[in-house]
T-cell receptor, first 117, second 115 residues
Framework: DQQVKQNSPSLSVQEGRISILNCDYTNSMFDYFLWYKKYPAEGPTFLISISSIKDKNEDGRFTVFLNKSAKHLSLHIVPSQPGDSAVYFCAASAWGSSGGSNYKLTFGKGTLLTVNP | GAVVSQHPSWVICKSGTSVKIECRSLDFQATTMFWYRQFPKQSLMLMATSNEGSKATYEQGVEKDKFLINHASLTLSTLTVTSAHPEDSSFYIC???????????FGDGTRLSIL
């Protein structure tokens, strides 16, 4: 049972436009969410995170939105750049729900973002 | 900062061989290290969590006698795939965290191919 779902295996956008990557989860115990970016032949790199007490977190061109009632989060990249082309993984943890003892990450399958020049 | 080195990056070996993969945190002390496995077109699946100096906690369905994990220091964890078979062929990747509320930092992974 996939607890974290990234339903779009790929996304293609034009340079300068906004990229929106979506992620849905089913486990209501998840309270900490992360986005990782992965280039070929490299490990995932942490990008941005959000705690369930917030609904938005922004870091430069990257913004993550969390809709707890819909169990949905999204990553916005604006403006998109060709160097953003990579696989983006959504991950979730029930860290706070476990009293800080469970920081196991559950990953989605990833979305391949291609930003065209 | 927060660099995790994983070695080797690629292994091809015969069935029945045991393979050891190393995961090192280069510029921080990793109180906890994680080992994941990823099959093609699937998500990263956690295999086990290890805290320095204690036994690893394995996820359901992961054989602890087959996948031996050692976390003897704050900067090194090893995963040994014992008597590997073709079905063990996969992408293995480690991550490390300095504190429980800090993001995990990943190594570059090991592509294991068992012939």
């Amino acid at each position: 049972d996939q607890q974290v779902k990234q339903n779009s295996p790929s996304l293609s956008v034009q340079e300068g436009r906004i990229s929106i990557l979506n992620c849905d989860y089913t486990n209501s115990m998840f309270d900490y969410f992360l986005w990782y970016k992965k280039y070929p032949a490299e490990g995932p790199t942490f990008l941005i995170s959000i705690s369930s007490i917030k609904d938005k977190n922004e870091d430069g061109r990257f913004t993550v939105f969390l809709n707890k009632s819909a169990k949905h989060l999204s990553l916005h990249i604006v403006p998109s750049q060709p160097g953003d082309s990579a696989v983006y993984f959504c991950a979730a943890s029930a860290w706070g729900s476990s009293g800080g003892s469970n920081y196991k990450l559950t990953f989605g399958k990833g979305t391949l973002l291609t930003v065209n020049p | 900062g927060a660099v995790v080195s994983q070695h080797p990056s690629w292994v091809i070996c015969k069935s029945g061989t045991s393979v050891k993969i190393e995961c090192r945190s280069l510029d921080f002390q990793a109180t906890t290290m994680f080992w994941y496995r990823q099959f093609p077109k699937q998500s990263l699946m956690l295999m086990a969590t290890s805290n320095e100096g204690s036994k690893a906690t394995y996820e359901q369905g992961v054989e602890k006698d087959k996948f031996l994990i050692n976390h003897a220091s704050l900067t090194l964890s090893t995963l040994t795939v014992t008597s590997a078979h073709p079905e063990d062929s996969s992408f293995y990747i480690c991550s490390a965290s300095s504190k429980s509320n800090q993001p995990q930092h990943f190594g570059d992974g090991t592509r294991l191919s068992i012939l």
